[in-house]
């Protein structure tokens, strides 16, 4: 390596970029992405990430299905979003490119690997021969460099005691380093990543940093590239900061949660498509009380979180639309029980086994509706991968203090999207307080003292009311092990007050409509609705729900700036709904509802204000762009 | 069944609740929750330390008869729930019942993962070969041939082994009595609260309004000695009153006589519960009674295994973790391992 001193080239700088990665799936494009990210969040930008992957996770190699792709816009300033359009487009091969360049914008940069563009590569993207993009002019109206990683990669490992398809291997690092270089970003942050990750294997350890260094120097002495970009740090509220993805965010929150209650926490679960990082984050924090069963199906995953939950602890499961589904029936019983359950949903593209590894918004009615009977839980939806950290404490808090099964909608571009969380001290999250019954001592009145004794049992005198509701309709959680409270309950419909089976007609109107209202409630605690930004009246204002809360805050904000009259409200709570949502939606002329689904909280809105809500509709497994979010609103305006 | 305090005179624990039994009159259910009873009564355990749990079913009400803690839930999921309050509460005594619905066909599936994992209850399987809640329909035990309601031609459907079954998912403590010996399931009871790890008791039950009689040839006086062999650990293999015994070939069980000149004691199949081997061939004495030279039945405990229990292995490593890490920080979970500071 030469140690002469290069020249500095010059450096531009630039508010805001979107670089997309994009390879084959096994080309560690993951990797690549999540490592420059950390690096600009640690710099101090502001991110947003989308990972977008293939569902085999070896698909053919070379081919359409198998490109893998990361997305990432870092700013100096606030940033909602992935953004609508890639600034740069990294491509390790033909296909990658074929498959992204319509998400570059006009102009933009392409780096692109030759070696993945050779007759084979172009093959495999059924490019033909001739029409060689990088070599056929199609690229002209953007910014082409062509560099042969391959080759320079395996220049740079040359000496090394690895195989060829190890040394590829190291590919990525080669353009992570070079990329590092581009945006003067350093490499320390991914070296000692490297460190950790391969401590036990010291060659690949020095291949992989080899690479990285290589792909750094390359930038700095070859003389395709210039020009190097600088982005500053952002504007972000003075505090400590930290990386996190959606997923890691519902893991701490139910964490957190169950810390706050002062329990234990068992999570069961059956891995599935996007929700398993959930299981791998908890399994990794046992010494928090944290018990993680991994079910034999997911019948058994959300059935024993309601053994856990019936024996003292806080049950949790997740999933997503699938295996939601066949939780159904026992969500059902948890009901019933009146039970404390957390239900998390990362939904993912449906019907049946759908898109596994993209994202949608389509399970709503399944999270409102889909259960036998009449069967009332409460939903509520995370909007961003921070969001998931407090609606996952919040769902734990309903759970608990409201002794009901709560269902927590995330979806997979959250999940897996990160963005920089200035996290909570612990002191300033609240304690959690589950209606326990103390210990008594022996002989002392049980809860049925002074109840009218026709509701009784026989034995009623000194008999426990696992069914007696305070106030707010909730009922005592009785453990077993406690002396004198022994009880029995069950999916059966149940006697008010006693908990005994019974098949009285007016008994269970009245226990449906009790469980009904128990559920109702809990939108009193909920704080008053407030707007994410604009007019409190006026044209339009926008109701979004779930993950599209950047493209719509993105758009409502420029819409804003301009003069518009729109507002954005974004829905935490889909049931109950907050108390001021039905008066805010009548001073607006127009109500618009952009949603990943073909307008399910639409018509929800519909049915419960008879408002005449219109629909933003996309059902792409894709999320929305600012853009998308912005012409939508426009067309409603002039409509 | 009610008694109110102060009226009656005063009694050991009474584990009965206070709800009236709704059981047809003469099911076979009505024996074994009064040995179930008896046993707790007699075991010096408090109530509040007992859980029932049961899925669905005629045996599945078992629970709302007990003055113990009790869940009745949906069905087939009774060992999943079971996995999950074990894991949580180790120090409680969880019975779960079933029946031959609820654990072979809709809870097939967690049966036999609750086996493998040895989770520390004792599971009551009801088996009386039929559907009983839902009016008569064949079950996963029912004989092939079986007419029943939904099987007017009689039954296509090969049934379970059940025992067998339950040997092949490596379950710890396997045993089979019946609802007409009380004292042989009380017996079996006991051994079975004594297990530690997934203690399998199926009880042979009569439903005698669906399937009256299909265990009589195993229950009646006349019937009883010729057909059933009632094991017992270090014993040999002796029924028909002492006049037969059964004799190992190789891998092969045969039945011989045991009376003067026939073959010695000490030449017969000595039951040994701590023998996988022999316990695999034991589960597999099954035949159809009506056949020609018919195995007898065995009753009692098959098998025996001391390896350790789920719980105790999960609770050992959130254990384990709280030493190596400390017990939970919340301020450095949610600090993670990198951080920056702006301002």
């Known amino acids: 390596m030469s140690t002469t001193t290069l020249k500095p080239k010059p450096v531009e700088t630039r508010q805001n970029v979107v670089i997309l990665f994009a390879g084959d799936s096994g080309d560690g494009i993951q990797l690549t992405g999540s490592q420059f990210t950390d690096t600009n969040a640690l710099f101090g930008n502001d991110v947003s990430t989308f990972p977008n992957f293939p569902a085999e996770i070896r698909a053919p190699q070379g081919t359409l299905a198998g490109v893998s792709g990361y997305q990432l816009h870092f700013g100096s300033v606030e940033i909602w979003t992935p953004g609508d359009q890639a600034d740069v487009l990294v491509v390790m091969n033909a296909a990658a490119l074929k498959a992204n360049l319509g998400k570059l914008k006009k102009g933009g940069s392409i780096i692109a690997n030759t070696d993945g563009f050779d007759k084979k590569n172009l093959r495999l993207a059924g490019i033909p021969e001739d029409a060689d993009p990088l070599t056929n002019g199609s690229l002209e109206g953007f910014v082409l460099h062509q560099v042969d990683v391959t080759k320079l990669t395996r220049t740079a490992l040359e000496g090394t005691t690895l195989g060829m398809k190890e040394k590829d291997r190291c590919k990525n690092m080669f353009v992570l380093g070079f990329i590092n270089w581009m945006y003067s970003r350093e490499n320390a942050l991914t070296e000692g990543f490297l460190q950790k990750k391969f401590a036990r294997k010291p060659e690949v350890l020095d291949a992989n940093m080899k690479a990285l260094h290589a792909g750094y120097f390359y930038g700095e002495t070859s003389e395709t590239f210039s020009t190097r970009f600088e982005v500053k740090p952002a504007p972000m509220p003075t505090g400590t900061y930290r990386s996190i993805t959606g997923n890691q965010g519902t893991a701490l929150g139910l964490i957190a949660g169950a810390q706050k209650a002062k329990l234990d926490l068992f999570y069961g679960s059956y891995p599935i498509t996007p929700a398993s990082d959930i299981l791998h984050e908890l399994s990794r924090h046992k010494n928090f009380g944290v018990i993680t069963f991994q079910a034999e199906d997911e019948i058994a995953a959300i059935s024993s979180a309601i053994g856990a939950s019936y024996g003292g602890a806080l049950g949790i499961t997740a999933s997503s639309g699938p295996g939601i589904a066949l939780k159904a029936e026992a969500m059902g019983l948890a009901l019933m029980l009146e039970i404390p359950l957390v239900i998390v949903n990362v939904q993912r593209g449906g019907p049946s086994t759908g898109l596994p590894t993209k994202t949608e918004q389509a399970d709503l009615w399944q999270a409102v509706h889909g259960r036998n009977g009449e069967a009332p839980i409460p939903v509520i939806a995370a909007s961003t991968p921070i969001d998931c950290f407090d609606m996952a404490f919040e769902a734990v808090q309903l759970a608990l203090e409201h002794m009901t099964p709560v269902i927590l909608l995330t979806d997979g571009y959250i999940a897996n999207g990160s963005e920089p969380w200035r996290f909570p001290e612990a002191k300033s999250l609240p304690e959690i307080k589950p209606p326990f019954i103390p210990a008594r001592e022996a002989g002392t009145p049980s809860n049925a003292e002074g109840m009218d004794r026709s509701a009784l049992s026989e034995r009623g005198v000194e008999a426990f009311l696992p069914y007696l509701r305070d106030e707010r309709g909730v009922r005592p959680w009785a453990l077993p092990g406690q002396a004198g409270l022994q009880h029995r309950i069950g999916g059966i419909e149940k006697q008010d007050k006693t908990g005994n089976i019974s098949y009285d007609p007016a008994n269970h109107e009245k226990m449906v409509q009790l469980r009904a209202e128990k559920v109702t409630r809990i939108a009193d605690r909920f704080k008053p609705i407030r707007l994410d930004s604009g007019p409190p009246e006026g044209d339009l204002l926008v109701v979004g729900w779930g993950s599209t809360y950047g493209a719509i805050r993105t758009a409502a904000l420029q819409l804003q700036a301009e003069g518009k009259s729109v507002a954005h409200v974004h829905i935490r709570h889909l049931f109950p709904f907050n108390k001021g949502l039905g008066p805010l939606l009548k001073k607006y002329k127009k109500v618009l509802v952009p949603e990943m689904n073909s307008g399910q909280l639409r018509q929800l809105l519909r049915a419960e204000f008879l408002v005449d809500a219109q629909g933003l509709n996309k059902i792409q497994g894709m999320p929305f762009t600012s853009e998308e979010i912005r012409a939508g609103i426009l067309n409603q305006l002039r409509a | ?343």
Not at chain 2, 116 to 126: A, E, G, Q
Not at chain 2, 209 to 228: H, R
Not at chain 2, 234 to 257: E, H, Q, S, W
Not at chain 2, 296 to 321: C, I, M, W
């Open chain 2, 1 to 343: 069944m009610s008694t109110v305090n102060g009226t009656t005179p005063v009694q050991k624990v009474d584990f009965s609740s206070d709800q009236e039994v709704r059981w047809c009159p003469g099911c076979g259910d009505y024996s074994i929750l009064k040995q179930v009873q008896t046993l707790l009564e007699q075991s010096g355990k408090k109530k509040e330390e007992v859980v029932f749990i049961s899925g669905i079913g005629c045996s599945s009400r078992f629970p709302y008869y007990m003055d113990t803690y009790g869940l009745h839930s949906i069905h087939g999921r009774a060992p999943a729930l079971v996995s999950g309050l074990r894991s949580v509460r180790p120090e409680l005594s969880v019975w779960m019942i079933t029946g031959d619905g609820d654990a072979l066909s809709i809870g097939g599936n967690h049966i036999i993962h609750l086996l493998r994992r040895n989770v520390d209850v004792n599971v009551l399987l009801f088996n009386n070969e039929i559907y009983g809640l839902t009016k008569g329909q064949y079950s996963p035990t029912s004989p092939e041939g079986a007419v029943t309601r939904s099987t007017p031609m009689g039954s296509t459907d090969h049934p379970f082994n059940p025992l067998a079954l339950f040997k092949g998912a490596d379950a710890t403590f396997i045993a089979r009595s019946m609802d007409r010996d009380p004292k042989h399931m009380r017996e079996i009871l006991a051994r079975a609260d004594a297990h530690r790890g997934t203690s399998l008791v199926e009880v042979y039950q009569n439903c005698n309004v669906f399937n009256d009689g299909a265990f009589e040839v195993f229950t009646e006086k006349a019937t009883k000695p010729m057909n059933t062999i009632f094991v017992e650990h270090g014993k040999p293999l002796v029924f028909a009153n002492g006049t037969r015994g059964i004799k190992l070939n190789g891998m092969t069980p045969v039945i011989v006589d045991t009376y003067a000149g026939g073959v010695g004691l000490d030449e017969l199949w000595i039951h040994d519960e701590r023998d996988p081997f022999k316990a695999s061939i034991l589960v597999r004495l099954f035949d159809d009674p009506r056949l020609e030279g018919a195995m007898p039945r065995p009753f009692g405990v098959f098998y025996v295994n001391d390896r350790p229990t789920h719980e105790d292995k999960l609770r050992a490593q959130v254990q384990r973790s709280k030493e190596m890490k400390g017990p939970g920080d919340l301020d450095a979970l949610l600090k993670g391992e990198h951080t920056w500071t702006i301002g």
